[in-house]
């Protein structure tokens, strides 16, 4: 393992969380992820921008979406691509981490992906290792491409980040992606609604300037859009909520709430979605869903990552 230098603290060369990520930052990379966006379309993403570059997907929890699209992502722009899986048992914590950072640096990647279940993971193995490390979903923490993505796909279809309300619906206090949405759309001048029980929604929230709303009707009036959560019950240590079906009757999302919001309100959710619990199924497959476009949205932000990253890092 290499000495700690002062390159490895760049926020630049990694990914790690979009808290503190400059606004001009987050468009720039966006405006990439939108060029990515039509060439994935016209079949013409160029190979070359990652030839002979290494990127390992390093997933220490389960992932469908986040893992094949940085595989397909890495794959797009010519990049060499192993997939370890690491079952959480077989994790022995602390030395073993540092074990496998040290392991992964003798290999000379250069781009590692990393999800892991406890917070911070991903910012202990960037101090430890050469490559550039992108934070692929770390515990309660953040997951910084999926609310790039998310970003991207509202800006596609709203023509901006700036100025518009976007409620965040349901198991708010187990989610990542809640919190790296806050980050950036408060960075970008947009209005954040939290909506959930108080269970799922703690007041500390407030610390991060959204608004709070215990009531979902109240809170998705007039809202530009609506970004529902899965119920995280993984990570739940004790019954926060007390039946699918009731959770589904105040919290989820159905037509009749639907049509609170704006007039074509657009409707997300990072996935895997639970339906009938946070959201009906025809409110997922209606001509308002954006959900499948966050998908294909997915694969541009991760190209665009994975090659300003590199850029980055090659530049002294
Ligand atoms: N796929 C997202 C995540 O990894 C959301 C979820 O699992 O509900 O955080």
Redesign the pocket.
Known sequence: MTSSSSHKHDTTRHLLGLEGMPPDRITSLLDLAENYAQLNRSCAAPRDVLRGRTLINLFF?D?T??RTSFELAGKRLGADIVNMSVSQSSVNKGETLLDTAATLNAMRTDLLVV?HSQSGTPTLLARKVDASVINA?DGLHE?PT?ALLDGLTIRRHLGTLESLTVAICGDIAH???ARSNIHLLTTMGSTVRLIGPPTLVPKTFKQLGVNIYHHMDEGVKGVDVIMM??L?RERMSTGLVPSAREYFRFWGLDRKRLNLARKNALVMH???MNRGIEIESSVADSDQSVIQQQVEMGVAVRMAVLDVLTRNKDTP
């Open positions: 929890e992932s979406r986040t999800r979903g997951h999926q989610s990542r992606v959560l899965r995280q990072p996935g895997p």
